[in-house]
Structure formats: structure tokens, C-alpha cells
């Protein structure tokens, strides 16, 4: 058993990532608890964490919301804190960042869900301007830190050492989905859930698309960012921003899913999707052409007539719809939660070991 405390936030997929991993590494017997920071959790939020295990809300902000590193001088201090509360043996970091300037002789899991250096390069197609560039410094003194550098996919990982250089001891376990699988009625309607305000979900090529599409797109997720970034959609029905169980019931009820991504280091909502046996279109990035070669139609990124033409085929081929589907759903299984905690729990175990060993040695 282990007492691993979790970093997360309450406004981004990390809150379903940790909130998914901390219950799998909980019936394993391990102890987990949460250490929020940003905005805070809504009291739905709250009850679901305290339902898996202690959650722990700190005042510092996350990255996003300060100008220059001097925003975060706090975070290592209160992580140490947190950690010294709740006698944790473990650190698991959401934010490589996280783990800059660490004072404690636990050892260090950081994960890289997203980063700004790997977003400009491929939203951008450019290096960080100036004023972002303490972002990647401190990730970089984030990975060095770590006993254990994790990417959600071979995709990601190859983006941040293209943008970083080698990072020792950085490697792959797949993120997961515990949406189960199952096969439900399917609407006649084109779904998509993304944080539409990020220019990396690239909602505008699926606006576009919309309006050729022979079935209704419905995107759920906010078109407006805490950081007043927005995008205005007029052919697609925009949702808002729904509860995860109402957006999963979208994903899972639709006839087709849709992803235009630009950026996406895993995609959550795709798993969703394919768990469910939805048949797949996507954008053909990287990341997608890992995970999902074989069991998606793939399109080219930015481009809404391609995007729409992938979507009217199978909206007039009802066979290949449930080919695709059913592919889908088969592949998806590699993605189970089951697995990611088995990989995520070994690298725990290992570095628990190690770290053991050497208290031994001193």
C-alpha cells in the first residue's frame, strides 16, 4: 500500500484523469490524496474527489493564471506542506512543473498532460515567444527533478523532446478511459466535446464543416476560456459547458464523433467515444495516427471539406458505420483503466523500492 499524493485542478481533463486513477489505485489498496490548486472545485467536484479520497485545496495558482514564474513561488512550498500533512510516500505531479524546487525526500512522479512549448510548435508551427519562455524553464527544471517523467502517449512524448531535448527517464503509459463499454441507440447527429477556446481543439475547421454536413454537429464544451479566449461558432448547435455524465452521454449516443484537434497529447473524449462503439473521424495528427491507425477515418488537420467529406460517407454508408464502430470499440479496449493503473502502480512500486534502497545505503 502507498499514500500517493495527487496534484489536480478542477478545471481542465486533469480532474477526470487523477479522479479516474486515484479510484483504480484505491482498490488496489493504496491511499490517495488530492492536492487542488487553481479555481476552486464546485461542491459536485468536491463530493466526487472525497469520494475516492482526502482532497486538499491550496491557494497558489496554476500556470495559466500568472504572468512569470514569481506567480508560483509558493507552489513547492505548499506541495511540501501538503505532503508533510498527510504523511504522503509518494508524489504524483500533474504539472511537471510541479516539481521545481521541491524540498522532500519523496519520491517524484510528473506528468505531462499538455505544454506550451509543444502547443506553439504545433498550433503555432513556431518556438514559445519571449515572455512564455519561463513556462519551458521551469517544465524543464520540473522534468529534471523528477524520479519519473510520463507522456500519455509515444506522440507526445517525442513532441516534448523535440522541443526540450532528451529527458532522462521519460516514458509512455497511456491514458484511459472508465467509461464502460457498451453499445447504445445512435442519434442521428455529428458529436464533439472539446475546450473549444483553445485554438488547438480547432473548432473553427468544424464550424466550417458544419454547414455541409447531411447531420447536425453538436460540440459540447465552453467556447470561452478563463484566460479571454473565445471562438464564435454559427453552423454547429453549441452546448456549453455540460456535466461530464451529461457529455458522455452525447458522445455515447451520437452517430459519429468527431475530433479536428490541431494539439492533443492523448484525447479522452475520442476514448469515450470508441468505448461505446461510435465510429470515429479524425483529424491526422501524430497522436491519433498511435492510437487509433486502423480503427478511424482520418482527415487532413485545418481542412473542413475533407472533415465533411469523411463525415457524409459514413452518414450515407450505414455498414461502414457499424464496421467502424465496432473497430473502434475493439481497439479501445487497450485503453482500459484497468491497464493504465497496473502500468501507473508499477512505476509507483519502483520507485518506492529504489527510494527505499537508498535510505538504506545512507
Known sequence: MTRVLMTLDAVGGVWRYALDLGRGLRERGDEVVFAGFGPAPSPAQRAEAEAVGVLDWGRAPLEWMVPDAAGLADVPREIADMARRHRAELLHLNLPGQAAGLDLDLPIVAVSHSCVATWFRAVRGSALPPDWAWQA??????????????????????????????????????????????????????????RWWDEGKDAATLDLAAAETRWPVHMAGPTRGDNGAQVALR????????????????????????????????????????????????????????????????????????????????????????????????????????????????????????????????
Request: aromatic letters at 6%.
Open 235 to 362: 453552423h454547429a448547435t453549441t452546448l456549453g459547458s455540460l456535466p461530464h455524465a451529461d457529455t458522455l452521454a452525447l458522445v455515447q449516443g451520437a452517430g459519429i464523433f468527431v475530433s479536428p484537434s490541431i494539439y492533443e497529447p492523448f484525447g479522452l473524449a475520442v476514448a469515450e467515444a470508441a468505448r461505446a462503439a461510435v465510429p470515429l473521424v479524425l483529424s491526422d495528427i501524430p497522436t491519433y495516427r498511435e492510437l487509433w491507425d486502423g480503427a478511424a477515418l482520418f482527415f487532413a488537420p485545418r481542412d473542413a471539406a475533407a472533415l465533411a467529406a469523411a463525415v457524409n460517407r459514413l452518414i450515407d454508408d450505414p455498414a461502414l458505420r457499424a464496421r467502424m464502430g465496432q473497430a473502434a470499440q475493439d481497439w479501445a479496449a487497450r485503453y482500459s483503466l484497468a491497464a493504465q493503473v497496473q502500468a501507473m502502480a508499477a512505476i509507483h512500486d519502483r520507485l518506492r523500492a529504489q527510494h527505499a534502497a537508498g535510505a538504506e545505503v545512507h
Open 137 to 194: 524553464r521551469l517544465a524543464q527544471a520540473g522534468f529534471d527533478a523528477a524520479d519519473a517523467v510520463i507522456a500519455p502517449s509515444r506522440a507526445h512524448a517525442d513532441a516534448l523532446t523535440a522541443c526540450y531535448g532528451p529527458i532522462d527517464r521519460l516514458q509512455v503509459v497511456h491514458n484511459a478511459s472508465a467509461a464502460p463499454a457498451i453499445r447504445l441507440p445512435q442519434r442521428p447527429i455529428v458529436a464533439a466535446a472539446g
